[in-house]
């Protein structure tokens, strides 16, 4: 059903949930707290526990909330609506204001621009910073007029206008003095609070743990003790992890599942994991996630994955270059073609600055720290654009339950306390994470390169039917409404003769347009 709201409705009932979507983590204790019993089923406790706290703490219930949520509620009392979306964007929250007055909001985009009367249009700012980042980077959405909910935020509507309020941002305190020991320890608790909650509310003998070679998924499957793992792998041996998990599975003494993605299942995928994060999206890594969730959805309902360790404790690699890059304004540790390369392949007129991206950032918000500013812009951008939307729309898709223990705010406030140098060690990040986790896996684990998901694509494409079919999306009759054609014809030559560090830069023109050729 349309999650809609007209601003001349008149609603009998005082208090009215219009939408909600997610997983309130620490709904038992409030359930305690508000003096609540439980319902039938979790999703009609924690709408019971929404209208509940929304009636003792007003809009400052969001500070009360762990998990992952988006919702709207309807005030008679006060003719308002009030909306939320949790601290890191987990689960997605779109908005149209009409022309009329009236507020459209929705998990999901398609329910907006599918409303009689939406008049869908591409937005340039959007399109523009799609190409340069490959994900839906900041508040625009692709689709001109439709903005997203940014992380952290409530929005109040009344009388025809949205007043948007920050509730949560990313602040690093380090705390100096601490020592490692008790800093493992900390860990090692915060992560146990979190997960306990989740036992509370999910069973985890059914649930699954998506695990890679990294020690975010071994830690995480470690410390669940959840017995049945999931590989996505493919047949490219250089390309899979499978051996590291089958070492770590044996290790923990759990049972690994190898899901192997085909260059005929990976390309196959596309059209549903389009439908599913409903934008356009070419990380090439989301894609394969997407064709391992089908494949794994049918014994899972539940499952856990690693998300937000690498963004809170310093995990990737470009973060060893936190002192070289102090002088300039970090965009993000994933980028596609730079601003004037953007504006020779694209047609639009205007062109924007995406260092406006992080301009609170940078401006207002001051942090010191080169390295923590760093990790501040992948949580505003990154993790909210790219890696949240894609597990979180295509485990829903594929009916099952998400579970992101490290994305937990608790587990956010713990790694802004650790000083930098204990988060980047002697070029080791994830330093003090890793020490912890090797408590409870091999120091080889704990330790090991980070991989970062890497798919064949880069071979695949350049393969039979593959590359004919998306040498005819490339050059189809969409692609010169948006393209300089001639540049990309030479783009596309360049890398079909061996410019590989071309890929990403086809790969998200093909997306774009197979996603413009599925919704326009």
């Known amino acids: 059903?349309?999650?809609?709201?007209?601003?001349?409705?008149?609603?009998?009932?005082?208090?009215?949930?219009?939408?909600?979507?997610?997983?309130?983590?620490?709904?038992?204790?409030?359930?305690?707290?508000?003096?609540?019993?439980?319902?039938?089923?979790?999703?009609?406790?924690?709408?019971?526990?929404?209208?509940?706290?929304?009636?003792?703490?007003?809009?400052?219930?969001?500070?009360?909330?762990?998990?992952?949520?988006?919702?709207?509620?309807?005030?008679?009392?006060?003719?308002?609506?009030?909306?939320?979306?949790?601290?890191?964007?987990?689960?997605?929250?779109?908005?149209?204001?009409?022309?009329?007055?009236?507020?459209?909001?929705?998990?999901?985009i398609r329910e907006i621009v599918e409303t009689k009367g939406f008049q869908k249009e591409i937005d340039p700012q959007a399109l523009q910073y799609y190409f340069m980042f490959g994900y839906p980077v900041g508040e625009k959405t692709i689709y001109k007029g439709v903005l997203k909910l940014l992380p952290g935020r409530t929005l109040i509507f009344r009388e025809g206008q949205c007043k948007i309020n920050r509730y949560f941002k990313p602040e690093f305190q380090p705390e100096i003095g601490v020592s490692e020991i008790e800093w493992e320890e900390r860990i090692r608790q915060t992560l146990k609070t979190v997960l306990d909650e989740d036992r509370e509310n999910f069973d985890f003998s059914r649930a699954q743990c998506f695990l890679s070679g990294g020690v975010d998924s071994s830690f995480l499957l470690a410390a669940s003790g959840v017995k049945n793992a999931g590989n996505i792998g493919f047949d490219d041996k250089e390309m899979s992890e499978y051996a590291f998990a089958q070492e770590t599975a044996a290790f923990l003494g759990a049972d690994l599942h190898p899901i192997t993605i085909t260059a005929e299942e990976y390309f196959g995928a596309i059209p549903s994991f389009l439908k599913n994060v409903e934008l356009p999206l070419s990380d090439p890594s989301a894609v394969a996630f997407a064709a391992g969730c089908k494949k794994a959805a049918q014994p899972v309902t539940c499952c856990l994955s690693g998300e937000g360790a690498d963004e809170f404790f310093a995990g990737y690699h470009i973060y060893r270059k936190a002192e070289e890059l102090a002088s300039v304004r970090y965009c993000g540790c994933f980028g596609v073609i730079e601003e004037e390369k953007a504006r020779r392949l694209l047609r639009i007129d205007k062109f924007f600055p995406a260092d406006m991206l992080v301009k609170d950032i940078y401006e207002k918000e001051k942090i010191p720290n080169s390295l923590n500013r760093m990790l501040a812009v992948d949580i505003a951008l990154w993790l909210e654009g790219d890696i949240l939307l894609n597990v979180s729309r295509n485990t829903r898709a594929n009916g099952m339950d998400l579970l992101l223990p490290f994305a937990d705010r608790r587990m956010f406030e713990l790694s802004a306390k650790i000083p930098p140098t204990l988060k980047l060690k002697d070029g080791c990040g994830k330093y003090i994470f890793r020490k912890c986790a090797s408590e409870v896996l091999p120091e080889e684990t704990a330790f090991r390169t980070k991989a970062g998901f890497p798919v064949p694509i880069k071979k695949w494409i350049l393969l039979e039917p593959h590359k004919s079919e998306v040498e005819k999306t490339l050059f189809g009759e969409n692609a010169g409404t948006f393209l300089n054609m001639d540049l990309l014809h030479r783009l596309w030559n360049a890398f079909c003769t061996g410019s590989t560090e071309l890929f990403q830069v086809i790969f998200t023109t093909y997306i774009f347009l197979k996603w413009y050729e599925q919704n326009f």
Not at 42 to 58: I, N, P
Request: aromatic fraction near 14%; glycine fraction near 6%; charged fraction near 25%.
């Open 1 to 108: 059903m349309r999650k809609t709201f007209a601003n001349s409705e008149r609603k009998a009932t005082a208090l009215k949930i219009c939408f909600y979507e997610g997983y309130i983590r620490n709904q038992k204790s409030l359930c305690e707290q508000l003096r609540l019993c439980a319902e039938s089923s979790r999703k009609k406790t924690e709408q019971k526990l929404l209208l509940a706290a929304f009636k003792y703490w007003g809009y400052d219930m969001v500070h009360h909330l762990s998990g992952a949520f988006a919702f709207a509620l309807w005030d008679e009392e006060k003719r308002e609506m009030f909306c939320a979306r949790d601290p890191f964007g987990i689960q997605t929250f779109y908005y149209h204001v009409t022309s009329g007055g009236d507020l459209l909001c929705s998990c999901h």
